[in-house]
């Protein structure tokens, strides 16, 4: 009887409709918290109108989001895939407190930098230049999306100092040119959510998002642990 038990809880929780159940139940949890911790600039940028002059405070709103979206690369990427050990409320709050500070020292500069091209696009009419400057400042913006998706995996999953997260950043931009490339249609998905919805939509769904980054950035991952780690 005793064989037959053990036999019963190694199978148990190891077939495709556990394993199905295990991640849906992680997403929306993780997206509980997600939406927890980014409540206050969320509520902020609900109230927040289309005018340009509110770039500048987009940009603040955002502040919460990029911690909150290193605990959810965190704790999907530690969630347990046991169905009896399932604790991923515990693991992004563990790593949102691990990474808070790392995570800042990347995203306020990234920030800061998208609030100056927003800026400036918001009010290239009457700036009277070129426009060709449009579609420059256009590309560095989503070089800028690109880095700083990397950045908030590396800086998430590694502790490293924020100058050496900002060089592998950029360093596995071309490193690795399909997640690269899988990491932009996230970004087309989420602006053509919000275009078709609002900027709410894609917080909806960040657990989701979260996932699909790091299922792009396997190949990033696994070069850091190996070449840049002890």
């Known amino acids: 009887m005793s064989e037959v038990t ?3 809880g190694r199978r148990f929780g190891e077939g495709p409709l556990s394993r199905a159940a295990t ?3 992680n997403l929306l949890v993780v997206e509980g918290m997600f939406l927890l911790a980014s409540a206050p600039g969320l509520l902020a940028l609900t109230l927040l109108g289309g005018d ?3 770039v500048p405070l987009v940009a603040a709103c955002a502040l ?3 911690p909150a979206l290193s605990a959810a690369l965190y704790a999907l990427r530690h969630r347990s895939r046991d169905m009896t050990d399932l604790h991923p409320a515990a693991a992004y709050w563990r790593g949102y407190k691990a990474n808070v500070r790392g995570v800042l020292k990347v995203w306020v500069p990234w920030l800061a930098g998208l609030a100056v091209i927003g ?3 918001a ?3 009457v700036a009277g230049v070129p426009g060709w400057w449009a579609a420059l400042l256009v590309l560095v913006a989503v070089a ?3 880095w700083v998706a990397n950045a908030l995996v590396i800086t998430s999953l590694f502790e490293f100092r924020a100058v050496d997260v900002a060089r592998l950043a950029s360093y596995f931009l071309m490193r690795h040119p399909k997640a690269t490339l899988g990491n932009a249609s996230l970004l087309v998905v989420a602006g053509g959510l919000t275009a078709v919805g609002t900027e709410l939509v894609p917080a909806l769904l960040a657990s989701a998002f979260a996932a699909a980054l790091l299922w792009n950035s396997r190949p990033m991952i ?3 642990r190996e070449r840049f780690t002890a």
């Open 123 to 125: 009010n290239f009419a």
């Open 222 to 224: 696994a070069e850091v």
């Open 6 to 8: 053990t036999e019963t």
């Open 119 to 121: 800026t400036n696009l």
């Open 23 to 25: 991640l849906v139940y």
């Open 144 to 146: 800028a999306l690109l």
């Open 52 to 54: 340009a002059s509110n």
């Open 64 to 66: 919460p989001l990029g």
